[in-house]
C-alpha cells in the first residue's frame, strides 16, 4: 500500500528496544515481490550510491537545485552545493536507522521529501522507470 506512513524511530533504553513514532510525514511505497512485503520511504540526498543500503533504491538523480525541491522541508541555498547532484532515493523502513547514520556520517544530506510532490502515484511511476531500466543505466547506478 502506497502513501505517507510516520517513520519509525528507534531508541534502546534500559536494553529494552522501543519504536517510536515521529511527526514527519514520510512519502512512502509498499512493496511486495512473492510473500515478502516491505515498505520504503522516501528522501532527498547528496550521498553517492556507494553509501547506500543494499535495499536503498534511486529514483531519480538530477542537479541539487531540482531534486532539493522535492524535500518536505525547504533547503537553505548553499552555493557549495549548487552545482552538486543530489538523488530522490527509497530506503527500506528496516534500514532506514543506518542509512541515515551513514549519510549523515559522511555530512551529506538527507531529507523527507515532500508527500505532496513526491506523492504515491510518482513514486510508483519512477519505481516502475528503475525497475525497467537496464543495468547498464549509468547515471542511476553511479549516481
Given at each position: ?27 512512502s ?8 512485503t516491505?515498505?520504503y520511504?522516501?528522501?532527498i ?21 531540482e531534486?532539493s ?55 510508483q ?12 543505466d ?6
Amino acid at each position: 500500500m502506497a502513501g505517507t506512513h510516520p517513520s519509525t524511530a528507534t531508541h534502546d533504553r534500559f536494553g529494552k528496544e522501543k519504536t517510536m513514532r515521529t511527526s514527519r510525514i514520510t512519502p512512502s511505497i509498499e512493496v511486495t515481490i512473492g510473500r515478502e512485503t516491505r515498505l520504503y520511504h522516501a528522501f532527498i540526498t547528496t550521498a553517492p550510491a556507494r553509501l547506500d543500503a543494499p535495499a536503498t533504491v534511486t529514483l531519480h538523480t538530477g542537479p541539487f537545485s531540482e531534486v532539493s525541491a522535492m524535500a518536505a522541508d525547504p533547503i537553505a541555498f548553499d552555493p557549495a552545493r549548487a552545482k552538486s547532484r543530489a538523488r530522490l532515493v527509497l530506503v527500506d523502513a528496516i534500514e532506514l536507522e543506518w542509512q541515515r547514520a551513514r549519510y549523515r556520517e559522511g555530512h551529506h544530506l538527507f531529507a523527507s521529501a515532500d508527500p505532496v510532490l513526491v506523492g504515491t502515484n510518482a513514486l510508483q511511476h519512477w519505481l516502475w522507470i528503475r525497475i525497467g531500466s537496464p543495468a547498464t543505466d549509468f547515471e542511476l547506478v553511479n549516481a
